[in-house]
């Protein structure tokens, strides 16, 4: 008893489908036996006596399957357990009926007795339903079973991404923080006035990238106001070394990109192309969505000579592109290059799928200065 009481109980969809599945079955026994000559209540009531035990064997048997896990079976021991269940159950069935039929209805008739060949005929076709209410039974559950494990192959999928979202940002953030750390170690001793400046720009860039740390996705506006401080934290530095421009089309500051991607591309321009170089050089960031508005292009070109080691891209990049394949899949790109026009030249091109953005904040006016 305390095995059965340990099923769950039966769902109201399952009554549903139980008390229709019968009545259905009802119908048909009413409409093959029509032509017997009974009243018409004693027809009735010969069917009710074969339907309703019918019923309550097959929910005694969901109880039989749930309480001994037979869902969970290979498919040859289940059907030798329902093989010896069936006709266990079409046999006892039968000896019901007829033990009802013969003691307790007691239908009009020529008083024959039945023989065995009716008893076995109709045995056999207890043994056909039965057969047939388990298909539907256990077709159902394996299907309730396998959406339900692709909704938590979703889910587990979802996690992953998710924590491989985080991971990746947080290997983005301290490898910002040690650059800006070492930028103003460097002038704290020669120029304390101007090393408080840094401190005040990564302050900005420190809260920023903490407020996005817990996002996908920002606006370009917001992502480039992240740019702009930090350009001129690096221009504290370079000074007359750096010169930059900004041009982005009003258009693209609404669309929403992964945080911290143009930063990456800038400090990496500033850090492997402009820094090495006693002359300096520039930095000229274009944004733009194309003519029908599904892409967004963003082009960061820089002085300096990209010469990749094979096999060892930096950790930024490598992560960037993860970051964008995660969110887009093979729709984004991120691309770096010499400038086939201009041999001195480097060019990061970035292509995004435009997703649906939030209103942005108007274009801060340093990002039209040109330094």
């Not at 394996?142 to 985080?166: G, H, I, N, P, T």
């Not at 930096?314 to 770096?336: D, F, P, Q, S, Y």
């Amino acid at each position: 008893m305390a095995l059965y009481a340990s099923v769950p109980a039966p769902s109201r969809l399952y009554w549903r489908v139980q008390l229709v599945g019968w009545l259905l079955y009802a119908g048909f026994m009413l409409a093959v036996t029509s032509g017997s000559g009974r009243p018409p209540a004693e027809h009735l009531l010969l069917v009710a006596t074969v339907v309703v035990p019918m019923m309550g064997m097959s929910h005694w048997l969901r109880y039989l399957i749930r309480a001994n896990e037979w869902e969970q079976l290979p498919p040859l021991p289940l059907l030798g357990r329902l093989l010896i269940t069936n006709l266990t159950l079409s046999v006892g069935s039968q000896v019901i009926i007829w033990a009802l039929l013969v003691w307790v209805i007691k239908p009009s008739g020529d008083g024959k007795p039945h023989g065995w060949a009716e008893f076995i005929g109709y045995t056999l076709n207890v043994n056909f339903v039965l057969w047939l209410w388990e298909g539907f039974y256990f077709g159902w559950h394996y299907l309730r079973s396998y959406k339900q494990a692709e909704v938590d192959k979703w889910k587990l999928a979802a996690a992953v991404q998710e924590a491989e979202m985080r991971t990746l940002k947080a290997q983005i953030n301290p490898h910002f923080m040690f650059n800006g750390l070492n930028n103003i170690r460097a002038l704290v001793m020669e120029d304390p006035s101007r090393a408080r400046d840094m401190i005040t720009h990564l302050s900005d860039l420190l809260r920023y990238s903490i407020q996005l740390n817990s996002a996908e996705r920002v606006p370009l506006s917001r992502e480039l106001e992240i740019v702009e401080h930090y350009l001129q934290l690096e221009a504290l530095q370079l000074e007359e070394r750096l010169s930059y421009s900004l041009d982005v089309d009003p258009a693209a500051l609404p669309v929403l990109i992964p945080p911290m991607t143009l930063q990456l591309l800038v400090e990496n321009a500033i850090k492997h192309g402009i820094a090495p170089r006693p002359a300096g050089g520039y930095i000229q960031l274009t944004a733009q969505p194309n003519a029908a508005g599904e892409q967004l292009h963003i082009v960061v070109r820089n002085t300096g000579h990209y010469q990749p080691k094979p096999g060892h891209e930096g950790v930024g990049l490598r992560n960037a592109r993860e970051r964008l394949t995660l969110l887009h899949g093979a729709a984004a790109t991120l691309h770096i290059d010499n400038d086939p026009q201009d041999p001195d030249t480097v060019q990061a091109t970035l292509h995004l799928p435009v997703a649906a953005h939030i209103p942005a904040p108007a274009l801060p006016a340093a990002l039209s200065a040109y330094r």
